[in-house]
């Protein structure tokens, strides 16, 4: 006779679960990782005059995105020369800068691409402890209650060659970040407690001295990556998905194993976060001939080249793949069966994500870096000029409103309760009430 109270009561908690808003926004991509928030009544309309919280102007030049625990919102900045890097915490409530801390000291800082900046990687955040990365110039975990440096890292070897890009992920007692520079090419496990290493895995594919010609590379573009690795379930197990300079791989999370990978030889520098669904990794191959990539994940051992077939009995496999319109540096946003891309150049496209049918392909107008935002079925794109496109995240193409700020966007927005965080190159802001 309790049965079917239990089962309501079960069905009531677990559906008012999914409704809440998403209070803390802990990493690049918030807390699933997939540029998708649960918050409801966020804003539509804005502009400098109108829906803005606050707006604080920031020190610097960097991209890093915000990254939000509580009352606090925390990124990191840098010089534009490259010789100081820094942290702020932000007031959520009230947009002051309440820390502004100088963690490392650069003598000769290594070259870094007008499109990057010294301070690109997003921190990662939880109760009590924020981490921060500036790739193999610094890596820091500081206590959120007073600011201290509770533990530092400088002793990772990498030319980062255009700059640093990959932020760091938690797991359990974790921290996983990438290092695919011109030098060294490798991913690393950190004790989230003292920073020391838990294990060290070198990229399996060498591509130190080829380019996509088979000759010597004299540059570094083609072993240079700047993707975030991801952890989820893959057929059954929690794997650290990971792109590297020219191959995507799987890890065992504990250990570093490598599980499978796929090899990418006709495309360099990949720069996104891999999203997961409908039994699908997807993910954009980087530059040159790039394209969007629908991955069927392998069994223990599998190896594939995404150009070609895959072997008769494997697992893994590409269930579609497409050249049209592919972005390089915005992430790919899953929506329910539907997958959304925006190309750098502002061209938005929708494809079916189980098949890789096109559903559409509208331009939006305008350059684009930044990963967009879905929530309460829509898509908020943001542009390097300071606009943001909303479009309704559906089979029909229909853009419900345009906004504009005085500077553009590289950063990736956070969402806190009914509140957007939208850092520009200039400021950071909340929008809402």
Same mark, same amino acid.
């Given at each position: ?6 089962? #309501?009561? !079960? *069905?009531?908690?677990?559906? @008012? /679960?999914?409704?809440?808003?998403? %209070? ?6 918030? =807390? ?53 890097? #820094?942290? !702020? *915490?932000?007031?959520?409530? @009230? /947009?002051?800068?309440?820390?502004? %801390? ?6 000769? =800082? ?324």
């Amino acid at each position: 006779m309790f049965r079917p109270l239990l089962v #309501s009561l !079960l *069905c009531f908690f677990g559906l @008012s /679960g999914l409704a809440q808003d998403d %209070r803390n926004w802990p990493e690049f991509r918030g =807390p699933r990782g997939d540029g998708t928030s649960r918050s409801r009544g966020l804003p539509l309309h804005w502009g400098e005059q109108t829906n803005v919280a606050w707006k604080s102007p920031l020190p610097g030049r960097a991209w890093s995105s915000p990254v939000i625990w509580g009352k606090q919102v925390w990124l990191t900045t840098a010089t534009e020369d490259g010789r100081e890097l #820094s942290v !702020l *915490c932000v007031d959520r409530d @009230s /947009g002051q800068v309440v820390l502004n %801390r100088k963690l490392f000291g650069v003598e000769t =800082p290594q070259f870094a691409h007008k499109f990057n900046s010294y301070a690109s990687p997003t921190p990662a955040i939880e109760s009590g402890r924020v981490y921060v990365s500036f790739g193999s110039p610094g890596i820091a975990c500081l206590s959120t209650r007073d600011g201290r440096v509770l533990w530092e890292r400088r002793d990772f070897e990498c030319n980062h060659f255009r700059g640093a890009g990959s932020s760091p992920v938690l797991w359990e007692d974790l921290i996983f970040l990438n290092f695919d520079g011109s030098d060294h090419q490798f991913i690393v496990a950190l004790d989230q407690r003292t920073g020391k290493t838990v294990w060290r895995r070198e990229r399996s594919i060498d591509f130190k001295d080829l380019g996509p010609d088979g000759k010597p590379d004299a540059e570094g573009d083609w072993r240079k990556a700047f993707a975030t690795c991801q952890v989820t379930r893959v057929n059954g197990l929690t794997t650290v998905l990971s792109q590297g300079a020219k191959a995507f791989y799987a890890y065992t999370p504990r250990t570093g194993q490598e599980l499978w990978r796929v090899e990418e030889r006709t495309s360099h520098s990949a720069g996104t976060r891999p999203v997961v669904g409908h039994g699908l990794v997807f993910f954009p191959s980087g530059w040159s001939q790039g394209q969007t990539i629908a991955l069927r994940p392998g069994n223990r051992g599998e190896v594939l080249d995404v150009n070609a077939e895959a072997a008769a009995g494997t697992q893994l496999a590409v269930a579609w793949k497409s050249k049209r319109a592919t972005p390089k540096k915005p992430a790919l946003t899953l929506v329910g069966d539907l997958l959304f891309g925006v190309e750098d150049g502002g061209v938005a496209t929708c494809w079916e994500a189980k098949t890789g049918t096109v559903v559409w392909n509208e331009r939006l107008g305008g350059n684009y870096s930044a990963s967009p935002l879905a929530a309460e079925g829509r898509l908020y794109c943001f542009s390097e000029e300071g606009k943001t496109v909303v479009i309704a995240a559906d089979r029909k193409f229909q853009k419900l409103a345009e906004n504009q700020l005085e500077d553009g966007f590289m950063a990736s927005p956070a969402v806190s309760g009914k509140a957007l965080f939208l850092r520009t190159k200039s400021a950071l802001y909340r929008i809402g009430k």
